[in-house]
């Protein structure tokens, strides 16, 4: 009988050298699938989407928990990129990156999430991304010129706080912290 088997049906796993059995109990053992690769679950924009030019807080939720120091956003050639911060945060549910863009408006967007050779968001198994191209449309409506509004846009930010500062700016009641315009 394998060691397997003997576990599963709950007989000793080994037998103690003066004759009883070591362990007559049988365990359960959780293994992570570190052997899984990460998938891209959402973004917003959505993939194809019109969205308003200006202040745009771009999202990428992966299927499983991601490394906080892991992230490769690249562009295509040829493909208009966002203006963006240099780098992005990862929120509370350790799946979902959020990096505050620019956007002017009617242009097209391309960006790639893990495209070879960066192959930087990872998961806690050190598992590289699967790649992922985010293509998006901006509108000629007016732009969204503060990051409150630009939050409220994905339905997905909508109840959080600003992603920026660590108590978010609806601790103020305000789009700007006192003192600031």
């Given at each position: 009988?394998?060691?397997?088997?003997?576990?599963?049906?709950?007989?000793?796993?080994a037998?103690h050298?003066?004759?009883?059995?070591?362990?007559?109990?049988?365990?359960?053992?959780?293994?992570?699938?570190?052997?899984?690769?990460?998938?891209?679950?959402?973004?917003?924009?959505?993939?194809?989407?019109?969205?308003?030019?200006?202040?745009?807080?771009?999202?990428?939720?992966y299927?499983?928990?991601?490394?906080?120091?892991?992230?490769?956003?690249?562009?295509e050639?040829?493909?208009?990129?966002?203006?963006?911060?240099?780098?992005?945060?990862?929120?509370?549910?350790?799946r979902?990156?959020?990096l505050?863009?620019?956007?002017?408006?009617?242009?097209?967007y391309a960006?790639?999430?893990?495209r070879?050779?960066?192959?930087?968001?990872?998961?806690?198994?050190?598992?590289?991304?699967?790649?992922?191209?985010?293509?998006f449309?901006?509108?000629?409506d007016?732009?969204v010129?503060?990051?409150?509004?630009?939050m409220?846009?994905?339905?997905?930010?909508?109840?959080?706080?600003?992603?920026?500062?660590?108590?978010?700016?609806?601790?103020?009641?305000?789009?700007?912290?006192?003192?600031?315009?």
């Amino acid at each position: 009988m394998t060691l397997g088997a003997s576990a599963a049906m709950g007989k000793p796993l080994a037998a103690h050298p003066k004759g009883g059995a070591l362990d007559t109990e049988t365990s359960v053992v959780t293994v992570t699938a570190s052997r899984v690769v990460p998938k891209v679950q959402s973004t917003f924009p959505a993939s194809g989407a019109k969205v308003s030019p200006g202040l745009l807080v771009l999202r990428v939720t992966y299927d499983t928990r991601m490394r906080p120091e892991g992230w490769s956003y690249a562009q295509e050639a040829g493909e208009q990129y966002p203006d963006c911060a240099k780098a992005p945060r990862l929120l509370d549910d350790k799946r979902s990156f959020v990096l505050i863009c620019r956007t002017l408006p009617g242009k097209r967007y391309a960006v790639w999430f893990n495209r070879p050779p960066l192959n930087d968001f990872t998961s806690f198994g050190r598992r590289a991304a699967k790649p992922f191209e985010l293509k998006f449309v901006t509108s000629e409506d007016e732009p969204v010129r503060t990051l409150t509004e630009a939050m409220r846009a994905d339905p997905a930010l909508s109840t959080l706080g600003n992603p920026v500062e660590p108590d978010g700016l609806a601790a103020y009641g305000q789009d700007a912290p006192p003192g600031e315009p």
